[in-house]
């Protein structure tokens, strides 16, 4: 076993001296479009956890009252089918691709796979030559079976050339949390209290045993389409589970107890990036950070299985008078 990263168990960050120099994506081909996106009018939130459940070394607390602006946001992540049309269209090729390799869950490897290099400190991620976001799983897997589902194995830089090439932006976390608690105030779910209320299945994480035994009990082992599940009040599909979503903000557990309550966008400095959701493999056992308080630091250069992004944009005062015209039918909005 070979300690190759240093790092959260919920996402391993590549060795310090890797750092790529990739560059964002200049060739911007839409113009931020709304089509799609759900419109959210912003105000007072309170913004963070101090219930049992919350991680004091992440920084959830203190809770605190933030202020923001209207925003535009995409209801899901992005997916394997609108990352293919950015590579298409611009022939990038991501950090994974430029190291030859990523991080993948091993329980997704097939028995036979050749031995693979692992996390000291959880075992489970496995280092797998070949792996990057066509190839989840390293040679002979293939996300074109899957186009619906989040799009993985793309850095905080990735990201930002993807949303650079739309038109768009990455939310920062106080607009991720606002938009994934759905207008509930102060629940742990984008739902309610209870993680599986009646006894459903809410959202796509571990059930069982980890990481040896997966139940599957939700329908899913690995990632499930982006528009899986119920949304929540605001129309946002799998804001919790499924995937982490990369954020703007850099990311440090001290911060939230001093940061600007108006349209807060995190630390001026910090080597990590924040990262919001929980995702696919996390299981209270060792991991319950699948609650909209919950966040993570990740290293922006480090490409892993369970992250992915999703978009926002600025309401701009166009999109009133567009809207005022009936222009924007096929965006939704919340009141």
């Known amino acids: 076993m070979t300690d190759t990263t240093t790092g959260d168990c919920c996402a391993p960050t590549r060795p310090a001296g890797e750092a ?17 996106l759900v419109r959210l009018d912003g105000g007072e939130f309170r913004m963070g956890s101090e219930r049992d459940e919350a991680y004091p070394q992440d920084g959830e607390g203190p809770v605190r009252m933030v202020r923001l602006d209207p925003f535009w946001i995409s209801p899901t992540a ?14 990038y090729r991501t950090d994974a691709e430029r190291w030859g390799w990523s991080f993948v869950f091993g329980g997704l490897l097939p028995d036979d796979f050749p031995p693979t290099r692992g996390v000291a400190a959880a075992p489970w991620w496995r280092q ?46 106080a607009e ?34 980890f990481p040896g035994r997966n139940e599957c009990s939700d329908g899913w082992y690995g990632t499930c389409p982006v528009d899986a599940f119920e949304p929540n009040g605001y ?49 209270e056992s060792y991991c319950r ?12 250069d480090s490409s892993i299985g369970n992250i992915g992004f999703r978009c926002v944009r600025d309401v701009w005062s166009s999109d009133e008078e567009q809207e005022a015209a009936g222009w924007n039918a096929g965006s939704s909005s919340t009141s």
Not at 147 to 160: G, N
Not at 292 to 298: I, K, L, P, T, Y
């Open 235 to 283: 129309g946002l599909h799998n804001t919790t589970g499924n995937v982490w979503e990369w954020c703007a903000d850099r990311f440090d557990p001290d911060f939230p107890a001093r940061d600007t309550r108006l349209n807060p966008k995190g630390p001026e400095r910090g080597e990590r990036r924040s990262a919001r959701g929980g995702s696919y493999l996390c299981h």
């Open 78 to 91: 992005v997916s394997v089918a609108d990352f293919a049309a950015f590579v298409d269209a611009t022939a």
């Open 176 to 209: 991720w949390e606002y938009a994934a608690r759905g207008g509930l105030d102060g629940k742990p779910f984008p739902w309610g209290e209870q993680l599986e209320p009646s006894g459903r299945h809410r959202m796509n994480v571990w059930q069982g045993e």
């Open 128 to 173: 797998v030559e070949g792996a990057y976001w066509w190839r989840p799983e390293g040679p002979g897997s293939d996300a074109g079976e899957r186009p619906d589902h989040p799009v993985t194995h793309v850095s905080f830089r990735d990201a930002l050339a993807y949303c650079d090439w739309a038109g768009l932006r990455l939310p920062t976390e």
């Open 289 to 300: 950070r699948y609650r909209v308080s919950a966040r993570q630091g990740v290293t922006p």
């Open 20 to 36: 790529s120099r990739t560059e964002t994506a200049r060739t911007r081909a839409h113009s931020g479009s709304t089509v799609g």
